[in-house]
């Protein structure tokens, strides 16, 4: 079965940039779009950003000017560039793979940003 791990979260102060990455452990097919949500403690799971399979992105508003989704289809991997963060940002942030028969979830990797 596929998974998604992701990695280049960490402690960082405010007003750092970051890049999370979302690898794929295989193909996976008709994909629909994919996508970044976070998780703060004791909030509901939250989108970010989304691109879909036309290249089309959604961003959150509260992370738009901030946020880059990318991916590079060539090796499997999604991108998040998290620039200007805030403390409000610290959450899990989980990569999303949304295709034609199911949806793919990673792990989480966490983003603290101290003031």
């Known amino acids: 079965q596929v998974q998604l791990v992701e990695s280049g979260g960490g402690l960082v102060q405010a007003g750092e940039s970051l890049t999370l990455s979302c690898a794929a452990s295989g193909s996976i097919f008709s994909i629909n779009a994919m996508g970044w949500y976070r998780q703060a403690p004791g909030k509901q799971r939250e989108l970010v950003a989304l691109?879909?399979?036309?290249?089309?992105?959604n961003y959150a508003d509260s992370v738009k000017g901030r946020v880059t989704i990318s991916r590079d289809n060539s090796k499997n991997i999604m991108y998040l560039r998290v620039n200007s963060l805030k403390p409000e940002d610290t959450a899990v942030y989980y990569c999303?793979?949304?295709?034609?028969?199911?949806?793919?979830w990673g792990r989480g990797t966490q983003v603290t940003v101290s003031s």
């Open positions: 691109i879909t399979a036309g290249g089309n992105t």
């Open positions: 999303y793979y949304r295709t034609n028969d199911y949806n793919l």
